[in-house]
């Protein structure tokens, strides 16, 4: 069977930025993946946020996910 065509999802995008309920875009902060041993237990611990995405960019990464706003 053939797939019906559609708009598809970026899934790539979809992996690394969150819709919130507001609208904004969330990503996840870099330097949390390796070498933790040398960062501070303050950095550690605010690296785990979330931090919200530039204005300018939400533009570009909201067109490539059509169903989650």
């Not at 708009?7 to 996840?28: E, L, P, W």
């Not at 237990?41 to 946020?49: F, I, M, S």
Request: aromatic share 4%; no cysteine.
């Amino acid at each position: 069977m053939r797939r019906p065509k559609g708009i598809k999802t970026r899934k790539a995008v979809a992996k690394r930025f969150k819709i919130t309920g507001t609208g904004k875009v969330m990503r996840s902060r870099a330097g949390r993946r390796h070498l933790l041993s040398g960062k501070s237990p303050k950095l550690r611990r605010n690296l785990g946020k979330g931090a919200e995405v530039d204005r300018t960019d939400t533009y570009r990464i909201t067109q490539n996910l059509p169903f989650s706003h």
